[in-house]
Protein backbone atom coordinates (compact mmCIF):
# COMPACT_ATOMS: atom_id res chain seq x y z
CA UNK A 1 0.00 0.00 0.00
CA UNK A 2 1.44 3.37 -1.07
CA UNK A 3 -0.53 6.47 0.30
CA UNK A 4 1.11 9.69 -1.14
CA UNK A 5 -0.62 13.06 -0.90
CA UNK A 6 -2.61 14.35 -2.88
CA UNK A 7 -1.50 17.93 -5.05
CA UNK A 8 -5.04 19.86 -3.64
CA UNK A 9 -3.75 18.79 0.22
CA UNK A 10 -0.77 20.02 0.17
CA UNK A 11 0.43 21.43 3.86
CA UNK A 12 -3.46 21.24 4.98
CA UNK A 13 -3.66 17.90 4.98
CA UNK A 14 -3.75 16.68 8.04
CA UNK A 15 -4.70 13.24 7.75
CA UNK A 16 -1.95 12.21 5.16
CA UNK A 17 -0.31 8.77 5.87
CA UNK A 18 3.02 7.92 4.42
CA UNK A 19 3.80 4.43 4.45
CA UNK A 20 7.27 1.95 3.97
CA UNK A 21 6.36 -0.75 1.28
CA UNK A 22 3.27 -2.21 3.49
CA UNK A 23 3.55 -0.52 6.58
CA UNK A 24 3.33 2.91 7.69
CA UNK A 25 6.85 4.89 8.33
CA UNK A 26 7.52 4.41 12.25
CA UNK A 27 10.42 5.60 14.54
CA UNK A 28 12.33 2.53 13.39
CA UNK A 29 12.05 3.01 10.02
CA UNK A 30 12.33 6.44 8.43
CA UNK A 31 13.17 9.08 11.63
CA UNK A 32 16.45 7.64 11.92
CA UNK A 33 17.06 8.27 8.53
CA UNK A 34 16.08 11.86 8.75
CA UNK A 35 17.08 12.65 12.38
CA UNK A 36 20.04 10.25 13.30
CA UNK A 37 21.27 9.67 9.50
CA UNK A 38 22.61 12.17 6.70
CA UNK A 39 20.21 14.83 5.51
CA UNK A 40 19.18 13.87 2.24
CA UNK A 41 19.03 9.71 2.97
CA UNK A 42 22.11 10.01 0.59
CA UNK A 43 23.17 7.37 3.81
CA UNK A 44 21.27 4.55 1.85
CA UNK A 45 22.75 3.69 -1.85
CA UNK A 46 18.82 2.15 -3.19
CA UNK A 47 17.16 5.17 -2.22
CA UNK A 48 17.21 7.22 -5.43
CA UNK A 49 16.38 10.62 -4.28
CA UNK A 50 15.47 12.37 -7.72
CA UNK A 51 13.06 8.86 -8.61
CA UNK A 52 9.22 8.63 -8.59
CA UNK A 53 7.22 7.34 -5.54
CA UNK A 54 6.56 4.17 -7.25
CA UNK A 55 10.73 3.14 -7.35
CA UNK A 56 11.99 4.55 -4.14
CA UNK A 57 12.88 1.48 -1.80
CA UNK A 58 11.28 3.00 1.55
CA UNK A 59 11.99 -0.84 3.03
CA UNK A 60 16.04 -0.33 3.36
CA UNK A 61 15.44 2.41 5.79
CA UNK A 62 14.37 -0.26 8.41
CA UNK A 63 17.90 -2.26 7.85
CA UNK A 64 18.69 1.57 10.36
CA UNK A 65 17.48 0.27 13.82
CA UNK A 66 17.22 3.00 16.68
CA UNK A 67 17.45 2.11 20.38
CA UNK A 68 15.04 5.93 21.31
CA UNK A 69 15.04 6.30 25.01
CA UNK A 70 11.27 7.30 27.54
CA UNK A 71 9.32 9.50 28.47
CA UNK A 72 10.92 8.20 31.72
CA UNK A 73 13.90 10.33 31.48
CA UNK A 74 11.73 13.22 31.84
CA UNK A 75 9.08 14.66 34.69
CA UNK A 76 6.58 16.62 33.06
CA UNK A 77 5.97 20.05 35.33
CA UNK A 78 2.82 21.45 33.45
CA UNK A 79 1.34 21.78 30.19
CA UNK A 80 2.46 25.25 28.04
CA UNK A 81 0.69 24.85 24.71
CA UNK A 82 -1.09 22.48 22.52
CA UNK A 83 -1.29 21.57 18.66
CA UNK A 84 -2.81 19.62 16.63
CA UNK A 85 -0.82 16.72 17.39
CA UNK A 86 -0.53 16.86 20.94
CA UNK A 87 0.49 19.00 23.95
CA UNK A 88 3.44 20.44 24.63
CA UNK A 89 4.97 20.44 28.52
CA UNK A 90 7.48 22.11 30.35
CA UNK A 91 9.09 18.70 31.93
CA UNK A 92 12.53 18.23 33.68
CA UNK A 93 15.26 16.02 32.23
CA UNK A 94 15.91 13.02 35.16
CA UNK A 95 19.00 12.21 33.52
CA UNK A 96 22.59 13.44 33.40
CA UNK A 97 23.66 11.79 29.89
CA UNK A 98 21.84 14.31 27.91
CA UNK A 99 22.56 17.89 27.16
CA UNK A 100 19.81 20.01 28.15
CA UNK A 101 19.58 23.69 28.82
CA UNK A 102 19.45 25.56 32.01
CA UNK A 103 21.59 23.82 33.99
CA UNK A 104 20.56 20.52 32.10
CA UNK A 105 17.48 20.04 33.81
CA UNK A 106 14.60 22.05 32.06
CA UNK A 107 13.24 20.97 28.30
CA UNK A 108 10.17 21.18 26.40
CA UNK A 109 8.24 18.22 25.74
CA UNK A 110 6.10 18.12 22.29
CA UNK A 111 3.62 15.31 22.51
CA UNK A 112 2.70 13.42 18.83
CA UNK A 113 0.42 11.28 19.10
CA UNK A 114 0.36 8.04 16.87
CA UNK A 115 -3.15 7.30 16.92
CA UNK A 116 -4.97 10.36 15.57
CA UNK A 117 -8.25 10.82 13.81
CA UNK A 118 -8.18 10.09 10.22
CA UNK A 119 -4.31 8.35 10.41
CA UNK A 120 -1.59 6.43 12.66
CA UNK A 121 1.85 7.11 12.25
CA UNK A 122 4.51 10.15 12.14
CA UNK A 123 2.65 12.79 10.59
CA UNK A 124 4.44 14.87 7.68
CA UNK A 125 4.37 18.23 9.68
CA UNK A 126 6.59 16.19 12.16
CA UNK A 127 8.97 14.70 9.45
CA UNK A 128 9.71 18.61 7.82
CA UNK A 129 9.81 19.83 11.84
CA UNK A 130 12.64 17.09 13.13
CA UNK A 131 14.65 17.08 9.59
CA UNK A 132 15.13 20.95 9.42
CA UNK A 133 16.21 21.31 13.02
CA UNK A 134 18.77 18.64 12.37
CA UNK A 135 19.91 20.65 8.96
CA UNK A 136 19.49 24.25 9.79
CA UNK A 137 21.30 25.22 13.14
CA UNK A 138 21.81 29.14 14.43
CA UNK A 139 21.88 30.38 17.55
CA UNK A 140 18.40 32.40 17.54
CA UNK A 141 16.49 28.62 16.35
CA UNK A 142 15.24 26.13 18.97
CA UNK A 143 17.35 23.55 19.30
CA UNK A 144 16.18 19.98 19.08
CA UNK A 145 17.87 17.56 21.65
CA UNK A 146 16.45 14.24 21.05
CA UNK A 147 12.97 12.19 20.07
CA UNK A 148 11.67 9.46 22.75
CA UNK A 149 8.86 7.13 22.89
CA UNK A 150 6.10 6.46 25.87
CA UNK A 151 6.21 3.48 24.03
CA UNK A 152 6.70 0.38 26.91
CA UNK A 153 6.17 3.02 29.22
CA UNK A 154 2.09 4.36 28.48
CA UNK A 155 1.43 4.24 31.94
CA UNK A 156 3.54 7.22 31.96
CA UNK A 157 1.45 9.03 29.03
CA UNK A 158 -1.30 9.26 31.25
CA UNK A 159 -4.06 10.94 28.96
CA UNK A 160 -3.02 8.84 25.77
CA UNK A 161 -3.62 5.55 27.85
CA UNK A 162 -6.98 6.04 28.93
CA UNK A 163 -7.59 6.47 25.14
CA UNK A 164 -5.90 3.40 24.42
CA UNK A 165 -7.87 1.38 26.68
CA UNK A 166 -10.48 2.83 25.52
CA UNK A 167 -10.37 1.81 21.80
CA UNK A 168 -9.26 -1.81 22.95
CA UNK A 169 -12.30 -1.75 24.21
CA UNK A 170 -14.63 -0.82 21.91
CA UNK A 171 -13.25 -3.66 19.84
CA UNK A 172 -13.28 -6.39 22.11
CA UNK A 173 -16.75 -5.44 22.58
CA UNK A 174 -17.07 -5.35 18.30
CA UNK A 175 -16.10 -8.10 17.60
CA UNK A 176 -17.63 -10.08 20.49
CA UNK A 177 -20.98 -8.68 18.70
CA UNK A 178 -19.72 -9.87 15.35
CA UNK A 179 -17.73 -13.25 16.00
CA UNK A 180 -17.87 -13.70 11.71
CA UNK A 181 -15.81 -10.50 10.78
CA UNK A 182 -13.86 -8.99 13.99
CA UNK A 183 -13.49 -5.35 12.51
CA UNK A 184 -11.88 -2.37 14.66
CA UNK A 185 -13.86 0.01 15.79
CA UNK A 186 -12.24 3.10 14.46
CA UNK A 187 -13.73 4.59 11.68
CA UNK A 188 -10.92 6.75 10.51
CA UNK A 189 -7.82 4.00 10.40
CA UNK A 190 -7.01 4.71 6.71
CA UNK A 191 -6.08 0.79 6.65
CA UNK A 192 -9.65 -0.28 7.91
CA UNK A 193 -12.08 1.55 6.20
CA UNK A 194 -12.90 3.46 2.56
CA UNK A 195 -16.31 5.45 2.81
CA UNK A 196 -18.70 2.58 2.75
CA UNK A 197 -16.54 -0.10 1.08
CA UNK A 198 -13.94 -2.47 3.05
CA UNK A 199 -10.36 -2.58 1.84
CA UNK A 200 -7.76 -5.07 2.09
CA UNK A 201 -4.12 -4.29 3.07
CA UNK A 202 -3.38 -3.69 -0.30
CA UNK A 203 -6.38 -1.06 -0.73
CA UNK A 204 -8.25 -3.48 -3.01
CA UNK A 205 -12.04 -3.26 -2.81
CA UNK A 206 -13.65 -6.44 -1.16
CA UNK A 207 -16.75 -5.47 -0.65
CA UNK A 208 -17.98 -7.57 -2.55
CA UNK A 209 -16.29 -10.63 -1.59
CA UNK A 210 -18.58 -10.44 1.82
CA UNK A 211 -21.57 -11.53 1.77
CA UNK A 212 -23.70 -14.30 4.07
CA UNK A 213 -22.27 -16.92 1.72
CA UNK A 214 -18.82 -16.59 2.24
CA UNK A 215 -17.45 -20.50 3.17
CA UNK A 216 -15.09 -20.68 6.09
CA UNK A 217 -12.07 -20.16 4.13
CA UNK A 218 -13.01 -16.71 3.22
CA UNK A 219 -13.87 -15.69 6.93
CA UNK A 220 -10.34 -17.46 8.21
CA UNK A 221 -8.21 -14.78 5.56
CA UNK A 222 -10.72 -11.83 6.60
CA UNK A 223 -9.56 -12.81 10.51
CA UNK A 224 -5.98 -13.30 9.82
CA UNK A 225 -6.18 -9.95 7.64
CA UNK A 226 -7.76 -8.15 10.54
CA UNK A 227 -5.20 -9.51 13.36
CA UNK A 228 -2.26 -8.45 10.91
CA UNK A 229 -3.55 -5.28 10.94
CA UNK A 230 -4.27 -5.39 14.73
CA UNK A 231 -0.49 -6.13 15.59
CA UNK A 232 0.41 -3.30 13.24
CA UNK A 233 -1.32 -0.78 15.14
CA UNK A 234 -0.26 -2.12 18.21
CA UNK A 235 2.94 -1.57 16.67
CA UNK A 236 1.90 2.37 17.37
CA UNK A 237 1.59 2.02 21.21
CA UNK A 238 3.35 4.69 22.94
CA UNK A 239 3.82 8.27 21.42
CA UNK A 240 6.80 10.18 20.04
CA UNK A 241 7.99 13.40 22.09
CA UNK A 242 10.17 16.00 20.11
CA UNK A 243 12.47 17.02 23.57
CA UNK A 244 13.20 20.85 22.72
CA UNK A 245 14.99 23.78 24.15
CA UNK A 246 12.90 25.19 26.78
CA UNK A 247 12.24 28.96 26.41
CA UNK A 248 10.25 30.72 29.02
CA UNK A 249 7.90 32.68 26.85
CA UNK A 250 6.77 33.72 23.90
CA UNK A 251 5.83 37.09 22.19
CA UNK A 252 2.14 36.43 22.64
CA UNK A 253 2.16 35.70 25.83
CA UNK A 254 4.39 38.48 27.13
CA UNK A 255 1.75 40.56 25.14
CA UNK A 256 -0.98 39.50 26.54
CA UNK A 257 0.49 40.48 29.92
CA UNK A 258 0.49 43.65 28.95
CA UNK A 259 4.32 43.78 29.06
CA UNK A 260 5.63 46.95 27.06
CA UNK A 261 8.88 47.08 25.68
CA UNK A 262 11.33 49.42 25.63
CA UNK A 263 12.94 50.94 22.12
CA UNK A 264 16.16 49.03 22.50
CA UNK A 265 14.36 46.03 23.15
CA UNK A 266 12.17 46.28 20.65
CA UNK A 267 15.17 46.66 18.18
CA UNK A 268 16.59 43.95 19.77
CA UNK A 269 13.94 41.54 19.32
CA UNK A 270 13.37 42.23 15.84
CA UNK A 271 16.79 42.73 14.84
CA UNK A 272 17.38 38.50 16.09
CA UNK A 273 13.89 37.55 14.11
CA UNK A 274 15.67 39.27 10.74
CA UNK A 275 19.35 37.13 11.54
CA UNK A 276 17.36 34.06 12.02
CA UNK A 277 15.08 34.57 8.97
CA UNK A 278 18.57 35.71 7.15
CA UNK A 279 20.21 32.79 7.68
CA UNK A 280 17.07 30.64 6.76
CA UNK A 281 16.87 32.49 3.76
CA UNK A 282 19.88 32.61 2.28
CA UNK A 283 19.80 28.69 2.43
CA UNK A 284 16.97 28.78 0.43
CA UNK A 285 14.64 27.63 3.76
CA UNK A 286 11.57 29.26 4.21
CA UNK A 287 9.16 29.29 7.65
CA UNK A 288 5.68 30.13 6.40
CA UNK A 289 4.27 29.85 10.33
CA UNK A 290 5.99 33.16 11.57
CA UNK A 291 3.37 34.87 14.29
CA UNK A 292 3.75 36.14 17.74
CA UNK A 293 3.61 32.23 19.55
CA UNK A 294 6.41 30.84 17.49
CA UNK A 295 8.76 33.93 18.51
CA UNK A 296 9.92 32.63 21.85
CA UNK A 297 11.87 34.62 24.31
CA UNK A 298 14.15 33.57 27.10
CA UNK A 299 14.37 36.25 30.63
CA UNK A 300 17.05 37.78 29.24
CA UNK A 301 15.56 39.09 25.98
CA UNK A 302 17.21 36.32 23.55
CA UNK A 303 14.80 35.11 20.71
CA UNK A 304 14.37 31.48 19.85
CA UNK A 305 12.25 31.09 16.19
CA UNK A 306 10.28 27.77 16.95
CA UNK A 307 7.81 25.68 14.99
CA UNK A 308 9.15 24.34 11.71
CA UNK A 309 6.49 22.18 10.50
CA UNK A 310 5.08 24.28 7.59
CA UNK A 311 8.67 25.39 6.96
CA UNK A 312 10.18 24.04 3.75
CA UNK A 313 13.18 24.46 1.16
CA UNK A 314 12.85 25.90 -2.40
CA UNK A 315 14.74 23.48 -3.59
CA UNK A 316 13.11 20.36 -2.72
CA UNK A 317 14.41 16.60 -3.82
CA UNK A 318 11.35 14.34 -3.83
CA UNK A 319 11.96 12.98 -0.67
CA UNK A 320 11.50 16.56 0.77
CA UNK A 321 8.33 16.88 -1.07
CA UNK A 322 7.15 13.69 0.76
CA UNK A 323 7.74 15.24 4.02
CA UNK A 324 6.73 18.72 2.93
CA UNK A 325 3.65 16.96 1.81
CA UNK A 326 3.19 18.65 -1.49
CA UNK A 327 2.64 17.59 -4.79
CA UNK A 328 1.81 19.34 -7.91
CA UNK A 329 2.20 18.77 -11.74
CA UNK A 330 4.27 22.11 -11.93
CA UNK A 331 7.35 22.15 -10.41
CA UNK A 332 7.85 25.05 -7.93
CA UNK A 333 4.22 25.76 -7.20
CA UNK A 334 3.46 25.72 -3.57
CA UNK A 335 0.37 25.42 -1.33
CA UNK A 336 -0.75 29.05 -0.43
CA UNK A 337 -2.33 27.52 2.19
CA UNK A 338 -0.10 28.90 5.54
CA UNK A 339 0.95 31.26 7.31
CA UNK A 340 -1.70 31.71 10.52
CA UNK A 341 -4.22 34.30 9.09
CA UNK A 342 -3.14 37.87 10.22
CA UNK A 343 0.39 37.65 9.06
CA UNK A 344 -0.23 35.92 5.87
CA UNK A 345 0.64 38.38 3.05
CA UNK A 346 -1.80 39.71 0.25
CA UNK A 347 -0.09 37.51 -2.56
CA UNK A 348 -1.20 34.17 -0.44
CA UNK A 349 -4.50 35.86 0.09
CA UNK A 350 -5.10 35.68 -3.73
CA UNK A 351 -4.33 32.75 -4.54
CA UNK A 352 -0.40 32.92 -5.52
CA UNK A 353 1.67 29.58 -5.49
CA UNK A 354 4.90 30.28 -6.57
CA UNK A 355 6.64 32.18 -3.92
CA UNK A 356 9.67 32.78 -2.20
CA UNK A 357 11.11 34.27 1.44
CA UNK A 358 9.43 36.89 1.03
CA UNK A 359 6.18 35.29 2.16
CA UNK A 360 8.09 35.45 6.03
CA UNK A 361 8.99 39.16 5.34
CA UNK A 362 5.24 40.18 5.53
CA UNK A 363 4.57 37.91 8.78
CA UNK A 364 8.12 39.54 10.30
CA UNK A 365 6.52 43.28 9.44
CA UNK A 366 3.24 42.18 11.03
CA UNK A 367 5.31 41.34 14.26
CA UNK A 368 7.50 44.13 14.25
CA UNK A 369 3.58 46.44 14.58
CA UNK A 370 2.73 44.09 17.02
CA UNK A 371 5.33 44.90 19.24
CA UNK A 372 4.95 48.43 18.80
CA UNK A 373 1.53 48.90 19.41
CA UNK A 374 0.74 45.64 21.67
CA UNK A 375 -1.92 43.98 19.25
CA UNK A 376 -2.09 42.55 15.82
CA UNK A 377 -2.41 44.97 12.82
CA UNK A 378 -4.58 43.00 10.91
CA UNK A 379 -7.70 40.86 12.38
CA UNK A 380 -9.63 39.31 9.63
CA UNK A 381 -12.00 36.54 10.51
CA UNK A 382 -11.88 35.26 7.02
CA UNK A 383 -9.37 35.50 3.99
CA UNK A 384 -11.38 38.32 2.12
CA UNK A 385 -11.51 40.33 5.39
CA UNK A 386 -8.09 40.18 6.17
CA UNK A 387 -7.48 41.34 2.35
CA UNK A 388 -9.90 44.47 2.46
CA UNK A 389 -8.08 44.90 5.75
CA UNK A 390 -5.03 45.39 4.18
CA UNK A 391 -6.11 47.05 1.34
CA UNK A 392 -7.69 49.69 3.72
CA UNK A 393 -4.68 50.87 5.33
CA UNK A 394 -1.83 50.28 2.56
CA UNK A 395 -4.15 50.86 -0.60
CA UNK A 396 -5.55 48.94 -3.36
CA UNK A 397 -2.69 47.47 -5.79
CA UNK A 398 -2.30 49.20 -8.94
CA UNK A 399 0.20 48.17 -11.84
CA UNK A 400 2.53 51.01 -10.81
CA UNK A 401 2.58 49.80 -7.09
CA UNK A 402 2.48 45.73 -7.58
CA UNK A 403 3.23 44.49 -11.71
CA UNK A 404 1.22 41.68 -12.52
CA UNK A 405 -0.48 42.16 -9.71
CA UNK A 406 -3.91 40.77 -12.02
CA UNK A 407 -2.25 37.29 -13.03
CA UNK A 408 -2.80 36.14 -9.55
CA UNK A 409 -5.25 33.77 -9.73
CA UNK A 410 -7.71 35.07 -7.51
CA UNK A 411 -7.60 38.45 -9.56
CA UNK A 412 -7.36 36.81 -12.97
CA UNK A 413 -10.75 34.22 -12.39
CA UNK A 414 -12.54 37.12 -10.96
CA UNK A 415 -13.07 35.90 -7.26
CA UNK A 416 -11.37 39.33 -6.32
CA UNK A 417 -12.38 42.15 -7.66
CA UNK A 418 -10.61 45.91 -6.90
CA UNK A 419 -13.60 48.38 -8.27
CA UNK A 420 -12.52 51.35 -5.92
CA UNK A 421 -9.10 52.68 -6.03
CA UNK A 422 -7.92 53.44 -2.07
CA UNK A 423 -5.06 55.21 -0.90
CA UNK A 424 -2.48 54.55 1.62
CA UNK A 425 -3.39 55.12 5.26
CA UNK A 426 -0.90 53.77 6.67
CA UNK A 427 1.49 56.97 7.98
CA UNK A 428 -1.66 59.00 8.76
CA UNK A 429 -3.35 55.92 11.05
CA UNK A 430 0.75 54.54 12.59
CA UNK A 431 3.02 57.46 11.82
CA UNK A 432 2.76 59.09 14.99
CA UNK A 433 2.24 55.44 16.90
CA UNK A 434 5.65 53.87 15.38
CA UNK A 435 8.13 55.82 16.56
CA UNK A 436 11.53 56.76 15.88
CA UNK A 437 10.47 57.55 12.02
CA UNK A 438 13.62 55.07 11.30
CA UNK A 439 11.18 52.53 12.31
CA UNK A 440 8.31 53.72 10.59
CA UNK A 441 10.27 53.90 7.62
CA UNK A 442 11.29 50.11 7.85
CA UNK A 443 7.80 49.23 9.10
CA UNK A 444 6.73 50.06 5.45
CA UNK A 445 9.23 48.40 3.67
CA UNK A 446 8.37 45.10 5.46
CA UNK A 447 5.12 45.56 4.23
CA UNK A 448 5.16 46.32 0.41
CA UNK A 449 2.18 44.97 -1.04
CA UNK A 450 4.66 43.87 -4.00
CA UNK A 451 6.93 40.58 -2.85
CA UNK A 452 9.34 42.09 -5.21
CA UNK A 453 9.77 45.43 -3.52
CA UNK A 454 9.34 43.89 -0.18
CA UNK A 455 12.73 44.24 1.78
CA UNK A 456 14.96 41.02 1.82
CA UNK A 457 15.55 40.00 5.36
CA UNK A 458 19.26 41.05 4.75
CA UNK A 459 18.18 44.52 3.40
CA UNK A 460 16.13 45.34 6.38
CA UNK A 461 19.35 44.44 8.53
CA UNK A 462 21.44 47.38 6.51
CA UNK A 463 17.95 49.73 7.38
CA UNK A 464 19.21 53.23 8.95
CA UNK A 465 16.85 51.68 12.09
CA UNK A 466 19.43 49.49 13.00
CA UNK A 467 22.58 51.80 12.88
CA UNK A 468 20.74 54.66 14.89
CA UNK A 469 20.89 55.16 18.29
CA UNK A 470 20.34 53.20 20.70
CA UNK A 471 21.71 50.73 19.22
CA UNK A 472 21.02 46.72 19.83
CA UNK A 473 23.43 45.03 21.57
CA UNK A 474 24.94 42.01 19.93
CA UNK A 475 24.25 40.60 23.20
CA UNK A 476 20.45 41.01 24.29
CA UNK A 477 21.66 39.44 27.63
CA UNK A 478 22.75 43.23 28.54
CA UNK A 479 19.11 44.51 28.28
CA UNK A 480 18.10 43.20 31.95
CA UNK A 481 15.37 40.52 32.70
CA UNK A 482 12.08 39.73 32.18
CA UNK A 483 10.57 39.47 35.24
CA UNK A 484 6.53 39.14 35.77
CA UNK A 485 6.49 37.30 39.25
CA UNK A 486 4.89 34.14 39.46
CA UNK A 487 6.60 30.55 40.15
CA UNK A 488 9.37 31.80 37.58
CA UNK A 489 7.76 29.37 34.92
CA UNK A 490 6.90 31.44 31.81
CA UNK A 491 4.54 32.50 29.75
CA UNK A 492 3.67 31.14 26.15
CA UNK A 493 -0.44 32.14 24.28
CA UNK A 494 -1.41 28.70 25.85
CA UNK A 495 -1.51 29.61 29.54
CA UNK A 496 -1.97 33.10 29.29
CA UNK A 497 -5.15 32.98 27.34
CA UNK A 498 -6.55 30.28 30.30
CA UNK A 499 -5.12 32.62 33.12
CA UNK A 500 -6.72 35.88 31.72
CA UNK A 501 -10.03 34.11 31.60
CA UNK A 502 -9.81 33.08 35.28
CA UNK A 503 -8.13 36.22 36.33
CA UNK A 504 -10.84 38.31 35.01
CA UNK A 505 -13.71 35.78 37.08
CA UNK A 506 -11.98 36.48 39.76
CA UNK A 507 -11.31 40.30 39.29
CA UNK A 508 -15.60 40.72 38.41
CA UNK A 509 -16.34 38.76 41.92
CA UNK A 510 -13.56 41.23 43.54
CA UNK A 511 -15.63 44.40 41.73
CA UNK A 512 -19.11 43.04 42.66
CA UNK A 513 -18.07 42.67 46.47
CA UNK A 514 -16.46 46.20 45.73
CA UNK A 515 -20.05 47.63 45.01
CA UNK A 516 -22.11 45.42 47.41
CA UNK A 517 -19.77 47.82 50.09
CA UNK A 518 -21.35 50.46 48.20
CA UNK A 519 -17.85 51.83 47.60
CA UNK A 520 -17.22 54.59 44.44
CA UNK A 521 -16.92 53.47 41.20
CA UNK A 522 -13.43 54.51 40.59
CA UNK A 523 -12.93 52.12 44.26
CA UNK A 524 -14.68 49.20 42.07
CA UNK A 525 -12.44 49.45 38.88
CA UNK A 526 -9.49 49.77 42.01
CA UNK A 527 -10.23 46.54 43.38
CA UNK A 528 -10.98 44.59 39.62
CA UNK A 529 -7.56 45.67 38.69
CA UNK A 530 -5.52 44.65 41.62
CA UNK A 531 -7.43 41.21 41.71
CA UNK A 532 -6.75 40.54 38.20
CA UNK A 533 -2.94 42.07 38.09
CA UNK A 534 -2.57 39.36 41.69
CA UNK A 535 -4.07 36.43 39.93
CA UNK A 536 -1.85 36.64 36.77
CA UNK A 537 1.24 37.09 39.18
CA UNK A 538 0.36 34.36 41.48
CA UNK A 539 2.02 31.14 41.08
CA UNK A 540 0.47 28.93 39.29
CA UNK A 541 -0.73 25.74 40.54
CA UNK A 542 -0.71 21.95 38.29
CA UNK A 543 -3.94 20.88 36.42
CA UNK A 544 -5.70 18.26 38.15
CA UNK A 545 -4.32 14.54 37.46
CA UNK A 546 -0.93 16.13 36.52
CA UNK A 547 1.03 14.91 39.25
CA UNK A 548 -0.08 11.54 38.60
CA UNK A 549 1.92 11.32 35.57
CA UNK A 550 5.70 13.00 36.76
CA UNK A 551 7.48 9.88 36.91
Same mark, same amino acid.
Given at each position: ?39 ? =? ?24 ? @? ?16 ? =? ?46 ? +? ?10 ? =? ?61 ? *? ?83 ? @? ?22 ? @? ?16 ? *? ?93 ? =? ?14 ? +? ?10 ? @? ?21 ? *? ?59 ? +? ?9
Amino acid at each position: MKMLPKADDADDAEATTLSAGDYPITLDGLLPAIYFGQND =YDMDSNINLRAAPSTVNFNSIHRHKL @STRTIAHYCRLEQIGEGT =YGQVYRAKCLSSTLSCPNGGEIVALKKIKMHHPGYWGIPPTVLREIKI +LKKLQHKNMVKL =YEVVSSKGVEELDWEDEREDEKRKKEIKSKNSNDNSTPMPSDNNDPLMTGGSKKYDLEGKNVS *TQISSRADSNSKKKKRDAMSDIEKLRESYKGNLFLVLEYISHDLTGLLDMAVKFTEIQIKSIIKQLLDVLEFMHLRNYVHRDLKT @SNVLITDRYEVKLADFGLARSLES @SFIGRVGNNEFSSNEGDF *TNKVITLWYRPPELLLGETKYGTAVDIWSAGCIFAEIILGRPIFTGKTDMDQLKLIFDLIGTPNENSWEGFRDLKLIRTGEVTIDKQRRPKLREK =YGSRIQPAAAFSLFEK +LLELDPKKRFTA @SRALEHRYFQSEPVAPDDPKGLG *TINLGGDGSGYHEFQTKKRRREAKAVAKVAEEESKSRGEIVEKQKEAFDKAYRDHLKRKKS +LPPGMSDMRR
